[in-house]
Structures are given as C-alpha cells and as structure tokens.
C-alpha cells in the first residue's frame, strides 16, 4: 500500500481543525457561558440546549466493546453515507482522482464521488454478481484511490468470496472500502477481526439495518486510527446530534432484541424465498445474504405496478446492469409477507 500521506489529499494533512467550546474544556462540573448555548434551557422539557460531545466518547467506549475493538478505530458519520462522503473528500482531489464501484451495487458511492468530481470507474460484477478482479485491476490507474466493494452487496443480495476481497486488499496501492451494512444478515463472516492486518482497510457499518434505527442516522466507519483521526478532523463538529447520543447508548443495551430480530428476518427470507420460487412467474429468485431478496420475474414492471396498486411497494432495480427485470424485495414481517404474497398468487402473467 502507499503510505497514507501520499493518498490523503495534501491540504488536509497540515489541516487544523474548528476547535469547539467543548474540545478546549470537557469537564462536567462548572458555569457554562463558553459556547452561545441558551443558560435557561430548551422549550422542550428535555435538556436539549447543549451541544453534543463533538467525539462521542461515551458511544465510541460503548460500541468499541460490542464490537471488540479499540474506541481510537472507530468514526461514527451520521448514517454511513456522511462516512462515504468524508472517505472521498479525504482522498480524492477534484478533477484528477478516480474511484471503482462495481454494478450493480450501492448508488451512493458513485453519486457522492460525481459531486466531489471525483471519476467514477465502474467494473461491473460478473453474471454470477462476483468482483471481476481482472478488470478491476485494469480499471486502476496511478490516480485510483478508492476501491469501493458492498458484502452483502444491495442490490443483488450476494457476499462476495473472501478471497476475491483479500486479493484487492493485498494488490490494491490505495484504499479499499467494504460496506458491510447488511453483515448481520450474513452466513459469511465480514473483515473486522482482520482490520488490524490492513491499514488501507475501511469497513463500513450502520445501525440502520439489524439494529432497527434508519431513523437515528448512526454509521460507523471502522479503520486504522491514522485514518479515523484524519476523518474526525474533517468532520463537523456535532455532526451526531445529543437525541441520537443519548437513545443509540441505550439501545445498545439491547443487543439481544437485535439478535432477535435478525433470527426472525432470516426466517421469513427462507420462507418467502421458498413461496416466490412457487410462483409460474418468477424466474429467479437470487440467494441473499441481506435483509431483502432480489427477484427475477418475466415481467418486472407489470409485476410493480400491479403491487404499487395494491399499496405494496418494493424497489423496481430493473434498469441497472444485470438486473432485467428484477425487483428487490426487503423482507417483512410475517403478516406483510404473507399480503404480498397473497396478492402475488392473483396476479395473471397474460397481458
Ligand atoms: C450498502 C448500503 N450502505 C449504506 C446504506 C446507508 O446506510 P445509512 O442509513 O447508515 O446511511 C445503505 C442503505 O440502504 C446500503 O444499502
């Protein structure tokens, strides 16, 4: 790997960054007239007129545990897509720098790199929605920064073979990001336990998924803490608001409840797998690892709109390479599986 100064764009690695009232004094006790707060309270009863600790330290320690690893490899983003956003800003220059995504895959990365110029290289999967590592290393260029990979990959459901990732992880001169934003629902293992072999290595995860909180925004970004202090720098300060502080620290406290949830998501991906593949029209349905199955029909849209009729909705993934005709389907509860496939078994394939 190149050494991590000459990936980082230049300006930022002399950067000093916005010091915050509560970075230059931490302390709990005392007379706060240090950062503009409003002294007599919120209009709300609950105690909101303070700024939020800028690192959350009491999250970090938290999480750091659950996760058994170290709080200094750790950057929480609100949602993952604040951390995609600083993983670009960080280490591709406007008009000169390049990233590779592999279609169909996760939409953000590449949008986020077209809005900070970065050029998007797109490789995509193989017909079996593997990394075509061939051209993936054909793709990359002396200006490639980023190589962006999603295991459990959205849309299409798959992990990735390890081997495959390992191979980018050892070839790859710069740094390579996996989204494991689905890895609870997974029967393979994902890369923490080896993050420490890899300092070009960012791992991404949230807690919108298995832990139910989209609506908290909570995305951690896992990495060497050369990394993580260079995305902390560069960060807002109070980019994790105090309501999603104070709520995350306790919902962390039901890691069973998550365990729970997932065990019963993986049973209705089984069972609802098995009714569409009952259904004269559904083509294909593809194996998942995630918390939504990918399913060819031989018509998607009419298939679609029909449901959309209904007040059913799922994700027409149709227009993206591979995925003719394929709708993504996220997993429901029992009583939501089964309307839809209720719903399913009176639709009529003839025009
Ligand atoms: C692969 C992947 N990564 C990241 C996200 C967004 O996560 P967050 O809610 O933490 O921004 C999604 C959301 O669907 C996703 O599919």
């Known amino acids: 790997m190149k050494k991590l100064e000459e990936l980082v764009r230049p300006h930022l690695l002399h950067l000093t960054p916005y010091s915050s009232a509560r970075d230059e004094f931490s302390g709990k006790n005392g007379i706060f007239l240090d950062a503009n707060e409003n002294a007599f309270g919120s209009v709300l009863p609950e105690a909101y007129h303070r700024y939020p600790d800028p690192h959350q330290h009491k999250l970090k320690q938290k999480l750091a545990r659950i996760k058994k690893i170290l709080p200094e490899w750790i950057f929480l983003g609100n949602g993952s897509d604040e951390a995609i956003d600083q993983i670009i800003r960080i280490f591709c220059v406007p008009g000169r720098d390049n990233v590779i995504v592999m279609p169909p895959t996760y939409d953000m990365y590449g949008v986020t790199a077209t809005i900070h110029q970065a050029e998007v290289r797109k490789v995509p999967l193989t017909t079996q929605f593997e990394i075509d590592y061939e051209g993936v290393s054909r793709a990359i260029d002396k200006y490639t920064r980023l190589v962006f990979l999603c295991s459990p990959n959205n849309p299409t459901g ?28 997974s029967s393979s293992e994902g890369f923490l336990n080896d993050l420490n072999q890899y300092e070009n290595l960012i791992i991404l995860q949230t807690l919108s998924k298995a832990w139910g909180l989209a609506g908290l925004r909570l995305g951690i970004a896992f990495a060497h803490p050369e990394i993580v202090r260079i995305m902390d720098k560069i960060k807002y300060p109070y980019n994790i608001n105090e309501s999603t502080q104070k709520i995350v620290l306790d919902a962390l406290n039901f890691e069973n409840r998550k365990d729970e949830m997932v065990k019963a998501i993986l049973d209705q991906r089984s069972s609802l797998e098995l009714k569409l593949k009952d259904l004269a029209f559904v083509e294909k349905v593809h194996h998942s690892d995630a918390n939504f199955l990918l399913v060819r029909f031989k018509d998607a849209s009419r298939v679609y709109e029909f449901l959309v009729n209904h007040n059913i909705i799922v994700r027409n993934r149709s227009k993206l390479v591979l995925c003719e005709n394929s709708l993504r389907i996220t997993i429901g509860t029992a009583e939501e599986n089964n309307a839809l496939i209720n719903h399913l078994k009176k639709f009529k394939n003839e025009p």
């Open 158 to 185: 798959n992990s990735f073979h390890r081997e495959s990732i390992i191979r980018i992880l050892q070839n790859f001169e710069g740094i390579t990001v996996i989204d494991e934003a689905y890895i609870d629902f």
